[in-house]
């Protein structure tokens, strides 16, 4: 799993954080490497030498960014292919701002979360 350090966006975690909350997410997974890039993702994958970019479609709205993004980097690097996954329909309205929104609004986000994303919002919410 690769996370982006973009300096255009202010996310609530560090990209350390991230990086600690995935791997505490999938410690029963040691196949599951987590690692950090700047740039472009076909950059990165062809540094890692992957053939292949998994992306994921919550809803049709997310279809036509994801298509354009996948179409410029082909163009990019011609031999690394996009593939598209879609999640349990259960999760398909999910997104991370819809998730902050709710918890900061006191909601229960059980089971929308792994644990550790919960209990870190907990911490940071106890920081303020």
């Known amino acids: 799993m690769a996370i982006l350090r973009n300096i255009e966006k202010a996310p ?9 909350i995935v791997q505490q997410a999938f410690a029963d ?3 599951v490497e987590v690692d950090t890039f700047e740039g472009l993702l076909v950059d990165y994958a062809r540094h890692r030498n992957a053939s292949a970019i998994v992306r994921g479609l919550r809803a049709i709205s997310d279809f036509e960014y994801e298509m ?3 179409l410029m980097n082909r163009r990019l690097v011609g031999d690394v292919e996009t593939v598209f996954m879609m999640p ?17 609004l006191g909601g229960n986000i ?19």
Do not use: D
């Open 68 to 70: 354009q993004m996948a």
């Open 12 to 20: 609530l975690f560090s990209v350390q954080e991230r990086v600690e």
């Open 110 to 128: 059980s089971g929308l979360v792994p644990p550790v994303v919960e209990q870190r919002l907990r911490q940071k919410q106890g920081a303020r």
């Open 88 to 104: 349990a329909e259960a999760y398909s309205y999910v997104s991370s701002r819809l998730v902050k929104e709710v918890f900061a």
């Open 29 to 31: 997974h040691p196949e």
